[in-house]
């Protein structure tokens, strides 16, 4: 029942902000582009929480059993990649003054090469999304579902219907505010549960931060070992490219970011919010090293994989304050995350495939169709998930996002035009090699691609798409869009 009254109440919270955000009424322009008037600090604020999913929440703890604190090296990579974003991709899309921003490769390429970039987004969002909202079902579903005797399922759709309610007329609008909302109480469980495990094991703040460091688990860097995943270089430079694929060429996050008035307030709050992702999953890091001293000082065996270390800490715990604390913080991630993520796939079903932004009804119809399928897509998952849960959405991501970040790099690098009725082919070509050079490199020399495989991708169809070009000088590319500077 803690945890029931806490999901309802939070629920609340966001239903009395939706009310009030969407109160001037719920227009296709509120729901795609929130008017473009939200102040950029929220934004910032608020984009914090819906990158860090209930999958951060339960997985990235968990990383320090079997990596340490390698994760950082990532999340190092990503403020480049933030940079990146700020300073090359948003001052096309205002300068294009665009709704979906995969309506650039309709100007620049082809129909052909924009409904792949749409669809693939499409496909890739919507099994990402079921993933990280996985996580939340099964904290829901363990804690106050099952004891009453609900089915997973019936949990599921419970939980899409919450988030359908509170989104379906305001859309990206009522995101800015609820996604501040959702953000605050992520960081603030995320500290109080901190803070009990340091009363648990009598450590003062500055004992803490002595003993993480002094843990064998809080090496960061890795230098030494070039065939590692974790490789410091390897996680730079994908953490560089995991970012401008997953925020710069997606349109859940560049939605939010499209909301600013302004170009520079854009840029603001991209820079703004990725320096603050660094220091937030060094705090779940933190936790992660804390909860293993926990463990062992308590003579307790450790989890065999990193994702039930913090679920294992709550579920042995009495303390009722932790139960909601951590329901809390699953749901408000959770929540941010899907949220924005089905309000995105709604706006690239109407603008990008129906081609019909105008049309409320078609919008109404397609929201609810996004949350159905996502439903379906979360029940597969629980038939078939059998790694862990981070993994998986960046080995997803590099599939399917490796055929966006070549479109979007050929448009931009280049002043080729593509021979557009190829694309299709192209787009599903690279990813399938990547595939089978993963599986012959990991067969043959014992080698595994880590998230680098993002890189590889996008360089295939790169390639190819360069291959099957024609040269035609009049293309618009990224240098003209610095010879043509947005207005604001």
């Avoid at 990008?352 to 929201?367: G, N, V």
């Avoid at 997803?396 to 694309?423: E, H, K, M, S």
């Avoid at 490199?441 to 070009?469: K, P, Q």
Wanted: a positive charge; one cysteine or more; glycine letters at 6%.
């Amino acid at each position: 029942m803690i945890v029931v009254v806490t999901i309802l109440v939070y629920f609340a919270a966001l239903m009395l902000l939706s009310c009030w955000s969407a109160r001037r009424g719920a227009t296709n322009d509120t729901f795609f582009r929130g008017e473009r008037r939200s102040p950029w600090r929220m934004v910032a604020f608020g984009m914090v929480g819906a990158s860090i999913s209930g999958v951060t929440f339960v997985s990235v703890p968990g990383m320090v059993l079997g990596s340490g604190m390698t994760y950082l090296q990532l999340c190092l990579g990503f403020i480049l990649g933030y940079l990146a974003v700020a300073f090359v991709l948003l001052p096309l899309y205002y300068r294009l003054n665009l709704t979906s921003i995969y309506a650039y490769l309709g100007q620049r390429l082809g129909r052909r090469s924009y409904q792949s970039g749409a669809s693939f987004f499409l496909l890739s969002k919507m099994m990402g999304t079921a993933v990280k909202f996985y996580v939340a079902c099964l904290i829901v579903q363990q804690f106050a579902a099952a004891p009453q005797g609900i089915p997973f399922a019936l949990t599921v759709v419970l939980m899409v219907m919450l988030i359908w309610l509170y989104t379906h007329r305001g859309g990206v609008r009522t995101l800015v505010f609820t996604d501040s909302l959702q953000t605050l109480c992520l960081i603030a469980s995320l500290l109080l549960i901190i803070y009990i495990v340091m009363q648990r094991l009598d450590y003062s703040l500055s004992d803490a931060v002595g003993s993480i460091m002094a843990d064998e688990r809080s090496r960061v860097f890795v230098f030494d070992d070039w065939a590692s995943p974790q490789c410091f270089w390897k996680q730079l430079l994908s953490g560089a490219f995991i970012v401008v694929v997953m925020t710069g060429l997606d349109q859940d996050m560049m939605q939010k970011n499209l909301t600013c008035r302004t170009l520079r307030e854009a840029q603001k709050n991209m820079c703004s919010y990725g320096v603050a992702f660094v220091p937030v999953n060094l705090l779940f890091l933190a936790l992660g090293i804390l909860l293993a001293q926990l463990f062992q000082a308590q003579s307790l065996p450790l989890p065999s994989q990193g994702d039930e270390l913090l679920p294992m800490f709550i579920s042995q715990s009495v303390h009722s304050l932790l139960v909601v604390l951590f329901t809390l913080g699953i749901v408000a991630a959770s929540f941010s995350s899907a949220d924005s993520a089905l309000t995105a796939l709604t706006t690239i079903y109407c603008v990008d495939i129906r081609r019909r932004p105008a049309d409320e009804r078609l919008r109404r119809r397609a929201h609810l169709l996004m949350c159905v399928l996502l439903v379906v897509c979360i029940l597969m998952i629980r038939m078939v998930n059998s790694t862990s849960l981070i993994d998986a959405i960046y080995t997803i991501v590099a599939y399917t996002y490796g055929p966006l970040l070549g479109l979007f790099a050929f448009g931009l690098f280049t002043r080729r035009q593509v021979r557009d009725r190829w694309v299709p082919l192209v787009c599903v070509a690279s990813p399938l090699l990547c595939f089978l050079l993963d599986a012959g490199c990991r067969h043959l020399l014992g080698y595994r691609f880590g998230y680098e495989l993002l890189l590889i991708n996008g360089l295939l169809t790169f390639v190819a798409l360069l291959a099957l070009s024609v040269r035609k000088g009049s293309a618009p590319s990224l240098f003209s869009s610095f010879e043509n500077p947005p207005i604001e």
